[in-house]
């Protein structure tokens, strides 16, 4: 079945780096654009970045833009977040869900790696 | 940017109908999705295309979308239904949005 996990999460000081990763399995990874989508703390959804299947177009969110970079491996079935520069207001859980194209939605999500930004 | 706007909160009784609406300008043009997220879960896609449901989401779930609101509607709602219900399009200036989240309870 579809599995998407993300690792890399953690407590980190502000200014400081990360980097997210997504392993999928259970599907043609290289066939799909993928997202990473956050949540803070008891807040909603945000868009984050979008990657297409062959990460030859990368799209940000405006608040990520700069600081943050998607990619992809299609030979180790992996999603990267490059975080840079980390805020407290960067803290959330960050997901990763995939775009089953055509359809305007994400049809599977991982389980989500916490990021918390604090001094 | 583009805003979608969702109230709150919606309560309904177990077995009646709940109605949660999305709101954005002229968001009748463009796909809406609908996302379930039950506490400490992650999101699972409920509705795609307005009205679409994915395979194993449970036909008492259906969408709607005109003007500039989308709608969401769970007939018979169980317990099982509370959770919180996210709206989502696409904006050819934002790329993807999400709508602030519906806080559904289940009396």
């Known amino acids: 079945q579809v599995q998407l996990v993300e690792s890399g999460g953690g407590v980190v000081q502000p200014g400081r780096s990360l980097r997210l990763s997504c392993a999928a399995s259970?599907?043609?990874?290289?066939?799909?654009?993928m997202h990473w989508v956050r949540q803070a703390p008891g807040k909603g959804l945000e868009w984050v970045a979008l990657?297409?299947?062959?990460?030859?177009?990368?799209y940000y969110a405006d608040s990520v833009k700069g600081p943050f970079t998607i990619s992809r491996d299609n030979s180790k079935n992996t999603l990267y977040l490059q975080v840079n520069s980390l805020r407290p207001e960067d803290t959330a859980v960050y997901y990763c869900?995939?775009?089953?194209?055509?359809?305007?939605?994400?049809?599977?999500w991982g389980q989500g790696t916490l990021v918390t930004v604090s001094s | 940017s583009y805003v979608l706007t969702q109230s709150p909160s919606v309560s309904v009784s177990p077995g009646q109908t709940a109605s949660i609406t999305c709101s954005g300008n002229?968001?009748?043009?463009?796909?809406t999705s609908w996302y379930q997220q039950r506490p400490g879960q992650s999101p699972v896609l409920v509705i795609y295309q307005d009205n679409e449901r994915p395979s194993g989401i449970p036909e008492r779930f259906s969408g709607s979308n005109s003007g500039n609101t989308a709608t969401l509607t769970i007939s018979g709602t169980q317990a099982t239904d509370e959770a919180d219900y996210y709206c989502?399009?696409?904006?050819?200036?934002?790329?993807?949005?999400f709508g602030g989240g519906t806080k559904l309870t289940v009396l």
């Open positions: 002229k968001l009748g043009e463009t796909y």
């Open positions: 990657i297409s299947f062959d990460g030859s177009n990368k």
């Open positions: 869900a995939r775009d089953p194209g055509g359809n305007d939605c994400f049809d599977q």
């Open positions: 259970g599907f043609t990874f290289s066939n799909y654009a």
């Open positions: 989502q399009a696409w904006d050819s200036s934002t790329a993807v949005v």
